[in-house]
């Protein structure tokens, strides 16, 4: 079963902050198919002007269409408040299992990773699981038609433009094809990050810049270790409810439910 979690709201803020993409006014967007094309003609001279190159504009703009189910999933999104019958579905004995066959099938990197940022490996590993099985579901809708659908949708029209001309970026940068596809937010790679924070906490598993979190299990573990670290992990100490590195995991997925789950994952993961 493929999870959609709601990335940390704060850092899409501060995203679209930085991206210094205009607002969206009640006449440039909608709810529906009409007017995207429009929309998305007079966006791309946003992009432009945002340093994206009218070359990548083109090839990543030029095919995209506004996704209805995209906005009905932004909509609808919910994980409810029951964290036994959440947690229960998700942190099964089978995916316990094959978390603790990745700790040991990436013993290595995991262990150069917490003795750089102080997140151990069970916390990445759980996160991986949880958002794509541990690889195995990165997403199947378009990541640019998605996050110009949001774009154009006029709930949260700001957000979703900073993180579009982010995307573009990755692509002038050739760390996003224009064909990649991942979540319905827009979220992308193996542990599944919004295009602004590939951009900002993306490393490579060797602690350099310019990760892979897309087709490297182990760049984008130390990517979401890096990710982590940056919002307040602090090392040695616990990450369950009330424990001093749940605020990290809030900051991670802001809902409790999720939260709370990735911390009992991880607890599992890491029994011996």
């Known amino acids: 079963m493929r999870l959609r979690a709601w990335k940390s ?5 501060v995203a679209a902050a930085a991206a210094g993409v205009v607002s969206a006014r009640a006449a440039d967007c909608g709810d529906s198919a009409a007017g995207f094309n429009e929309w998305l003609t007079s966006f791309k001279e946003v992009a432009i002007r945002n340093g994206i190159s009218p070359q990548v504009v083109d090839s990543a703009l030029n095919g995209v269409q506004f996704d209805a189910s995209v906005a009905a999933h932004d909509r609808g999104q919910n994980f409810g408040s029951n964290f036994e019958a959440f947690s229960a579905r998700h942190v099964t004995p089978a995916r316990i299992k ?25 916390v990445v590993v759980a996160i991986w699981g949880l958002e794509t ?22 709930r949260r029209a700001q957000i979703y433009r900073a993180e579009l001309i982010d995307a573009l970026m ?15 937010a827009g979220e992308i790679g193996q542990t599944q990050f919004m295009p602004s924070a590939y951009l900002k906490y993306a490393v490579n598993a060797q602690g350099g810049g310019g990760g892979d979190i897309i087709s490297s299990p182990a760049d984008a573990l130390a990517s979401t270790a890096n990710f982590l670290r ?3 992990w602090s090392p ?37």
């Open 98 to 122: 094959k978390g603790k066959m990745m700790m040991l099938a990436y013993a290595e990197p995991l262990e150069r990773i917490e003795q750089r940022y102080g997140v151990p490996g069970a």
């Open 133 to 154: 099985d541990f690889g195995a579901g990165l997403g199947s809708y378009s990541t640019l038609s998605a996050l110009a659908t949001l774009a154009y949708d006029c």
């Open 170 to 184: 990755l692509v002038q940068r050739g760390l996003l094809r224009p064909s990649q596809r991942g979540a319905w």
């Open 230 to 232: 940056s919002k307040g």
């Open 236 to 272: 040695g100490a616990g990450w369950d409810e009330g424990q001093p590195n749940f605020n990290a995991l809030l900051q991670w997925n802001s809902a409790p439910v999720y939260a709370k789950t990735l911390g009992l994952f991880a607890d599992k993961i890491a029994e011996k």
């Open 9 to 13: 709201v704060v850092f899409l803020i």
